[in-house]
């Protein structure tokens, strides 16, 4: 059985964060997997080819359509915020369901598991720990969103902040249905998980969730559903998560977080996504 690594995405303290789990590949086969090869650029970068040239980052016409979406009220109760994450789950289906299909990839929703806080709840990407925060999980295609977890002491009722969020984690998904999260995963665990161009892959695949994040707002704005105060909010975030001094360099700078969040927002083509054909500077 082939051994991947998997993705965990964690939000701590403002900032994005990191846990790393073994389990089986997201396909639930098993086997020898494919891998790709990195080609040498002039910059010193190491570039995942195949994985740049997935059926979903080479058309350069591949966007999503404005849509309305009726996103239910925010609240910190359970039952609220599951129902406004189901909500932005519908929308956020509709928005990248066509798209996949167009580039004739497989699609199927993500489940969603809400909850109050991390207490009790066990995963296949993180075991027993309750040491996390919102996060996607490929070995069960699930998105986790623990409230306690969410800063709302912090954010207050600036849902779009928790929206973006949630299109981040949403956009590991579609990473998933594309192949691209398998590939890149199949390549860091050969090259070790913690290796120069193991972490390299990490913040390709971190700041592409962004950039598909970026996407998705940009989307619901252009349907009426987001106003321009709360894009303000969202760029604003963006730019306040990354890896600080002292982290293991695994999600990117913030500077770069942010950057690749406005790329997806502002120009709404997957294609301008493409943080595995990028420089090293621009994924660093």
């Known amino acids: 059985m082939t051994l991947l690594i998997i993705i965990v995405v964690l939000v701590a303290g403002g900032l994005v964060r990191n846990a790393i789990s073994t389990g089986r590949n997201d396909s639930g086969a ?49 039952d609220v915020a599951r129902k406004f994450f189901e909500t932005a789950a519908s929308c956020l289906e509709a928005a990248w369901k066509p798209l996949l299909g167009k580039a004739n990839l497989p699609f199927q929703p993500p489940a969603l598991n809400v909850s109050a806080t991390t207490a009790g709840i066990t995963t296949p990407c993180t075991g027993s720990t309750s040491n996390f925060a919102a996060f996607y999980c490929p070995a069960n295609k699930t998105i986790y969103l623990p409230i306690s977890q969410l800063q709302t002491d912090y954010f207050k009722d600036n849902w779009v902040v928790y929206l973006s969020v949630f299109a981040h984690e949403y956009g590991h998904h579609v990473q998933a249905m594309s192949g691209i999260l398998r590939k890149a995963n199949s390549e860091r665990a050969d090259v070790g998980p913690r290796s120069t161009v193991g972490l390299e892959l990490s ?24 106003t ?23 999600h990117g700078t913030s500077e770069n977080g942010g950057v690749w969040f406005e790329t997806g927002l502002d120009e ?5 996504c493409n943080t595995f054909t990028a420089s090293a500077d621009a994924v660093g």
Do not use: H, I
Not at 31 to 56: I, K, W
Not at 206 to 219: H, K, P, R, T, V
Not at 228 to 250: C, E, F, I, S
Not at 268 to 272: D, G, K, V
């Open 30 to 78: 098993t086997g020898p997997q494919p891998t790709f090869t990195f080609d040498s650029q002039p910059d010193g970068a190491t570039v995942p080819a195949e994985t740049g040239r997935n059926p979903l980052l080479t058309n350069p016409n591949a966007t999503l359509v404005p849509a309305r979406c009726a996103y239910s009220a925010w609240g910190t109760q359970v």
């Open 228 to 250: 321009n105060p709360q894009l303000t909010v969202a760029r604003k975030d963006a730019y306040g998560r990354g890896d600080q001094a002292g982290d293991m360099r695994d």
């Open 268 to 272: 709404n083509l997957a294609a301008q």
């Open 203 to 226: 913040r390709r695949v971190e700041l592409q969730a962004n950039c598909f994040d970026g996407m998705y707002l940009s989307s619901s704005a252009g349907g009426g559903s987001l």
